[in-house]
């Protein structure tokens, strides 16, 4: 997620984590080299020993402005004074400074957190759609932007996906929700519709791949939808013609030169995320999600995906 000049990552282990750029003299957050994992807790939330507030997060949605809705999908600890508190949270974001601010933890007695909530996209209705790693389920939440002590902010069932699949990652084009789930890519049509409460189940898309977990959906809001498929890479399907194209299996590791293949984590979220300049963001593990110090993060400029027919 890029805010302002600030690059953000989900982190399966460390919350949800601020990157400083390689040269912190060029504004740009893409320049070249490495981006450094920031060590200011000021700029990130969650993660550490204690999992303050948490510390598994899956997908982030951002309304383009300085605020930042995360997935935290963290089994409650159970005991009391557990520091752990799992749910869908609102975030603000300083975009000069970075600091990270939390908000407020959303619609915290709907039973969000049992469920595990992985998958976010702040739908074009203003409300936020949410999907789970324990069943197929997508809700909204209405006015994520009040506080959750006001009663207009609600949970409504929206649908479900195809054959109850766990979702793994969602995204609007238009008024459509496009879910990437555990068994293949589906389509919500008309999500937003006032008459969407609970019987708007997402239909599954035969883009190549039916059957294989999607792991990460992004879209440009319109006609594409970027999507990672385990064990497949990063391929673009397109809404208008149905064909679908490969973007990228893999990229080359910028240290040593050597060309290195994406390696999805099955269960969870993945990160794959077009920003404001139309540039891709991929994120994978090389251990699934066993091992700290595995993750990696891509990136793929709008440049390379415009040489795409």
């Given at each position: 997620m890029v805010v302002g000049?600030?690059?953000?990552?989900s982190d399966a282990v460390n919350g949800f984590r601020h990157y400083k750029p390689a040269n912190p003299g060029n504004p740009d957050p893409i320049n070249s080299g490495d981006l450094v994992f920031d060590g200011d807790t000021?700029?990130?939330?969650?993660?550490t020993s204690l999992c303050v507030l948490f510390c598994h997060v899956g997908q982030i949605a951002y309304d383009g402005n300085t605020t930042v809705y995360v997935a935290a999908y963290d089994h409650a600890k159970g005991q009391k004074g557990s520091l752990t508190f799992p749910g869908v949270w609102r975030i603000s974001i300083d975009q000069i400074s970075g600091v990270v601010t939390p908000s407020a933890l959303l619609v915290p007695n709907a039973g969000l957190a049992g469920n595990q909530p992985t998958s976010i996209a702040l739908g074009p209705d203003g409300n936020l759609y949410v999907g789970f790693l324990k069943n197929g389920n997508v809700v909204r939440i209405v006015d994520p932007t009040l506080d959750p002590s006001?009663?207009?902010q609600i949970v409504q069932s929206v649908?479900?996906?195809?054959?109850?699949?766990?979702?793994?990652?969602l995204a609007f084009a238009g008024t459509n929700l496009y879910l990437g789930t555990s068994t293949g890519l589906a389509?919500?049509?008309?999500?937003?519709?006032?008459?969407?409460?609970?019987?708007c189940n997402g239909v599954a898309i035969s883009d190549g791949f039916s059957g294989t977990a999607h792991v990460g959906v992004s879209s440009d809001g319109l006609n594409r939808i970027y999507m990672a498929v385990n064990g497949q890479g990063v391929w673009r399907y397109t809404i208008s013609t149905g064909a679908t194209h490969l973007v990228a299996t893999g990229g080359v590791?910028?240290?040593?030169?050597?060309?290195?293949?994406?390696?999805?984590?099955g269960g969870n979220s993945n990160?794959?995320?077009?920003?404001r300049l139309g540039n891709l963001w991929v994120g994978d593990d090389t251990s699934d999600g066993n091992l700290n110090f595995s993750g990696r993060i891509w990136y793929i400029s709008a440049g390379s995906l415009a040489s795409i027919p």
């Open positions: 000049n600030n690059f953000y990552a000021s700029r990130s939330l969650g993660g006001d009663k207009r649908g479900t996906a195809p054959n109850g699949s766990p979702v793994r990652s389509v919500i049509k008309n999500a937003v519709a006032s008459t969407c409460l609970g019987g590791n910028p240290d040593t030169g050597v060309q290195s293949t994406f390696a999805f984590v990160l794959v995320m077009l920003d």
